[in-house]
């Protein structure tokens, strides 16, 4: 039987410690403060209303673990004549990606995740909540079709 597996190299695990945990935790705020600007930039010059005064407590599993203490996550609030659009951070430990966020709109709810490497310029991307297998990069642009 021939076993490839055997001859794959395997990247190195960083040890994870309170240092990098809390450096993950600052990253993922400082990427969602991006976005949220840079959403609340097009909703603004396209007449939605902004409320980016929300939060929501983020004290994941590797944070109690490390004694990483809770923080608070933004939350935006967008509406217009179209309708809403809530972005809700849902975690920034997730499989398969780096953070995830819950978009509600008055059509349906959406799963935007950041699909791109650790320490890479973050690749958000969006999908329905119900199809979770092709998603498609996400812009501000496409607000009012989901809303």
């Known amino acids: 039987m021939n076993d490839d597996f055997d001859n794959v190299e395997e990247r190195p695990e960083t040890p994870a410690t309170k240092e990098l945990i809390e450096a993950d935790v600052q990253d993922w705020k400082d990427r969602l403060h991006d976005l949220f600007q840079k959403v609340s930039t097009w909703a603004v010059a396209n007449g939605w209303r902004v409320d980016a005064s929300g939060t929501v407590g983020m004290h994941e599993e590797l944070m109690q673990k490390f004694h990483v203490p809770a923080t608070q996550q933004p939350t935006l ?3 217009g004549d179209e309708g809403y659009a809530l972005f809700k951070p849902k975690g920034l430990w997730v499989i398969g990606a780096n953070g995830r966020i819950d978009l509600y709109t008055s059509k349906g709810a959406f799963i935007i995740v950041d699909l791109a490497e650790r320490g890479d310029a973050p690749r958000w991307t969006i999908f ?6 092709d998603g ?3 812009t501000p642009d496409m607000i009012p079709g989901l809303a």
Do not use: C, G, Y
Not at 128 to 133: F, G, S, V
């Open 136 to 138: 498609d990069l996400f």
């Open 128 to 133: 329905r909540a119900t199809q979770k297998r």
């Open 77 to 79: 609030r967008l509406d």
